[in-house]
């Protein structure tokens, strides 16, 4: 059974870089898709970018490019840096599994994110 | 802009159905996945491609999707459906997530 584990420092001072690994376990990391979305307390979920397992990337345009993916398959990891945090990047941030499914009428694929990690919670704060 | 919205919360009583929405500009024209998510707990597909179940998922989850709005749809609802529920779609290469609904099971 296929699992993801966030894992990085809980705390990370303003105007620095948040670092997290996402551990795939009970399978590969290749021939998939994978997402991280976050999660602000008490707010909605923001998805930030997917790599694939070959390291092309896509990402979210509302980071404004502070965010890389990247991805280790000889580890079955990928990553994720967020550059000059503020108080408003601490949220829970989730890895996922992101397959395509279909695509629509004008053409363009879409995906959903199947499996999900437990999420971890960084907060920025000096 | 790319939006979905959502209302913030829906009442439903036990054995009941309960109807959530999603609004944006022309999301029948995409297809519309939905999560649920539970106190404390990463969220769960339940719908995707509008109204295809995932393995597991009960057949009292339905959905659907035209104009400008997609709908999930949750029949005889139990208490353990109580949570939260966001849409979610792709704006060209762009993962949306709604504003989320709270649904409670009084």
């Known amino acids: 059974q296929v699992q993801l584990q966030e894992s990085g420092p809980g705390l990370v001072k303003p105007s620095e870089t948040l670092s997290l690994t996402c551990t795939v376990s009970g399978g590969s990391i290749s021939s998939y898709y994978w997402s991280w979305i976050r999660q602000p307390p008490g707010k909605g979920l923001e998805w930030i970018g997917y790599?694939?397992?070959?390291?092309?990337?896509n990402y979210n345009p509302s980071l404004k490019s502070r965010a890389t993916i990247s991805v280790d398959t000889s580890k079955n990891q990928f990553s994720l840096k967020v550059t000059s945090v503020t108080a408003a990047d601490t949220a829970v941030f989730y890895c996922?599994?992101?397959?395509?499914?279909?695509?629509?009428?004008?053409?363009?694929?879409?995906?959903?994110?199947?499996?999900w990690g437990r999420g971890t919670l960084v907060t920025v704060s000096s | 802009s790319s939006e979905l919205t959502q209302p913030p919360s829906v009442s439903v009583s036990p054995g009941q159905t309960a109807s959530i929405t999603c609004s944006g500009d022309?999301?029948?024209?995409?297809?519309a996945c939905w999560y649920q998510q539970k106190p404390g707990q990463s969220p769960v597909l339940v719908i995707y491609q509008d109204n295809k179940r995932p393995s597991g998922i009960p057949e009292r989850f339905s959905g659907s999707n035209s104009g400008n709005t997609a709908t999930l749809t949750i029949s005889g609802t139990q208490a353990m459906d109580e949570a939260d529920y966001y849409c979610?779609?792709?704006?060209?290469?762009?993962?949306?997530f709604g504003t989320g609904t709270k649904v409670t099971v009084l």
């Open positions: 996922a599994r992101t397959q395509m499914y279909s695509y629509d009428s004008s053409g363009y694929p879409h995906w959903y994110f199947d499996l």
């Open positions: 022309k999301l029948g024209d995409k297809f």
């Open positions: 790599i694939y397992y070959s390291g092309s990337t």
């Open positions: 979610q779609a792709w704006d060209t290469s762009t993962a949306l």
